[in-house]
């Protein structure tokens, strides 16, 4: 399927594909929640529609943002994984946060305030190295038991 980009500029083709509100809370759900499969999104807070899910799971497999695989525990479970394209994405997703922890608060007091947004708040670096270390790890062992099964 071609993509459709409105113009030759880098800021809009991102907008193009990853600027709608669904795409970067997949991602993040991926890469800080720990969701890979269908039934793991359609069960989040953030109550996707399943034909919006299905359609925008299959657009970031399109573009490399993420895989589709099997689990190996459970062959006929898809799994969805963050490639090395979609985990370029951790530093704008650790902006958005820092970005909204810092603009939001008296709009949304509610917004988490967690340890992890202590660290997000004295080392966004760190805080984004952390979160891409455990993901790797996870996609490590995920990667490892498909392997060996």
């Known amino acids: 399927m071609p993509l459709d980009f409105r113009c030759d500029c880098p800021f809009t083709s991102a907008l193009d ?3 709608d ?13 720990g969701k890979e499969t269908f039934k793991d ?10 034909n919006i899910l299905s359609a925008k799971l299959k ?8 895989i589709k695989t099997k689990r190996p ?5 898809n799994l969805y994984l963050l490639t090395d394209k979609g985990l370029a994405l951790t530093p704008i997703l650790v902006e958005l946060a820092s970005w909204s922890d810092k603009n939001l608060r008296d709009l949304h007091p509610s917004i988490m305030n967690a340890e992890a947004m202590e660290l997000l708040r004295n080392d966004k670096t760190a ?9 790797k790890k ?7 038991k498909s392997n060996s099964g």
């Open 17 to 19: 594909i990853l600027g």
């Open 138 to 144: 996870k996609l490590a062992t995920t990667l490892y």
């Open 59 to 66: 657009l970031l497999e399109e573009v490399g943002i993420i």
């Open 41 to 50: 999104f359609t069960e989040s807070e953030e109550a996707i529609a399943t």
């Open 21 to 33: 509100k669904w795409m970067l809370v997949i991602v993040k759900q991926m890469l800080i929640e």
């Open 73 to 77: 525990d459970n062959k006929k479970t």
């Open 127 to 135: 805080f984004a190295n952390e979160i891409e270390r455990k993901y």
